[in-house]
Every structure is written in structure tokens, then in C-alpha cells.
T-cell receptor, first 116, second 118 residues
Framework: GNSVTQMEGPVTLSEEAFLTINCTYT??????LFWYVQYPGEGLQLLLK?????DKGSNKGFEATYRKETTSFHLEKGSVQVSDSAVYFC???????????????FGGGTRVLVKP | DAMVIQNPRYQVTQFGKPVTLSCSQT?????MYWYQQKSSQAPKLLFH???????NEADTPDNFQSRRPNTSFCFLDIRSPGLGDAAMYLC?????????????????FGPGTRLTVL
């Protein structure tokens, strides 16, 4: 079955530090890959996505590249801010063969704390 | 703005007292999902509706039910809440397109309802 593994947190950083959160996946075919972010007390927000190998998703200074050869989708940001403190979830969606609801498979989440 | 709305944001109920959580959407999406999330763990899919077709996850307890009276609304009913059902409940929507199958369908999440069971 499908699975997503991401590094455990918490990750504590100083402002303007470089952030990397590792994510690897197991799936058949070419799933779509996502990073969701959850701020305290809120629902999940899509941060970025990639739908095929070598695609790079980017948003708000965050980037992740779909690496088929290493089955990875690591999240990076060059200079974090206090406002980036949140829980980050890596997720995959299997390739659709018919119109239907899709089941997202989530990683366990990584809590990031950015200190001033 | 098109969005997914959940009411209430915070719900307190008593052990064993039925409770209903509400989700509405203005995105006109044909798929709606309910997730349970505990203590910043990964969300766990309970069930979803594809149009009017209900799809239950195999490990979702019978205590959890859902209704979707129309495209815009979906309800989560917990018939007899236990202490272990205290969690954040997230509603999400997506569009599944019959004409142009996409390699993904992005899910849009509501802000969640935090349920406390006393």
C-alpha cells in the first residue's frame, strides 16, 4: 500500500535559518505529492504540490522537488520566519484512473518552531 | 471567496450525548471528506461522499455517521461520543472531473471543529 514517511520533529530553528524537512514515499505508479501546513488551531492549508517526476512545487519561499529516483519530496526554505512556525504534513494522492474521491496518505507531520 | 466552512469551531458535549458537526462549501465540489485528527497527528480519513455515494473507511467505528443532504452541506454525526472521540474534525472537498481526469484532485480543508467530550 501507499505510505509517507517524514522526519520527526520538533524542529527548532532561529529566524533566517535554512529549513529542510525530509519526506519519502512508497506508492505504485506516479502519485501526486503535496505539502500541507497547519498553523495552531487551524485546518490544513495546501502549501505546494507536484504532479510528476522532476516537477518543483513552490509557494511562500518554500520549495520541494518530486524525485522519482529517490521517491522523495523534501521541503526546503532558505530563510524561515517566526510566522513559519507550524506543523507540516507531506502527503500523496494516487494517480486517478476514474473520477472518484481520492484518499490522501499523510506522513506523521513535523512540528517546526522558529525562534526570534 | 469560495471556501469550506465548519460550524461550530469548538463543540463541547457530554459522554454519550449525540453531537452533529457541520460542513458547508461554496466551491461546488462533488466530493466531501471527513477526517479525525488527534494531537497534531496526521488526519485520519473517516469517510467521504462522491456526489451522493457514501464511502466508509474500513476502520471507521459505527459510532460515526454522515449525511450529505445536498452538494453544499455535509454533516458528521457521533451517536454516542466517548472520551476517545475528543479530537479535531476536519472537513475537506475536492472536484472529481469525469471529462478530464487529472492526475490528482487537490483537497481543500475547512478550519476544523475541535470536539471536547466531558
Amino acid at each position: 500500500g501507499n505510505s509517507v514517511t517524514q522526519m520527526e520533529g520538533p524542529v527548532t530553528l532561529s529566524e533566517e535559518a535554512f529549513l529542510t524537512i525530509n519526506c519519502t514515499y512508497t506508492a505504485t505508479g506516479y502519485p501526486s505529492l503535496f505539502w500541507y501546513v497547519q498553523y495552531p488551531g487551524e485546518g490544513l492549508q495546501l502549501l505546494l504540490k507536484a504532479t510528476k517526476a522532476d516537477d518543483k512545487g513552490s509557494n511562500k519561499g518554500f520549495e520541494a522537488t518530486y524525485r522519482k529516483e529517490t521517491t522523495s519530496f523534501h521541503l526546503e526554505k532558505g530563510s524561515v520566519q517566526v510566522s513559519d512556525s507550524a506543523v507540516y504534513f507531506c502527503a500523496l494522492s494516487p494517480i486517478m484512473i476514474k473520477a472518484a474521491g481520492n484518499k490522501l496518505t499523510f506522513g506523521g507531520g513535523t512540528r517546526v518552531l522558529v525562534k526570534p | 471567496d469560495a471556501m469550506v466552512i465548519q460550524n461550530p469551531r469548538y463543540q463541547v458535549t457530554q459522554f454519550g450525548k449525540p453531537v452533529t458537526l457541520s460542513c458547508s462549501q461554496t466551491l461546488n465540489h462533488n466530493v466531501m471528506y471527513w477526517y479525525q485528527q488527534k494531537s497534531s497527528q496526521a488526519p485520519k480519513l473517516l469517510f467521504h461522499y462522491y456526489d451522493k455515494d457514501f464511502n466508509n473507511e474500513a476502520d471507521t467505528p459505527d459510532n460515526f455517521q454522515s449525511r450529505r443532504p445536498n452538494t453544499s452541506f455535509c454533516f458528521l454525526d457521533i451517536r454516542s461520543p466517548g472520551l476517545g472521540d475528543a479530537a479535531m474534525y476536519l472537513c475537506a472537498t475536492s472536484r472529481a472531473n469525469l471529462v478530464a481526469l487529472s492526475s490528482y484532485n487537490e483537497q481543500f480543508f475547512g478550519p476544523g471543529t475541535r470536539l471536547t467530550v466531558l
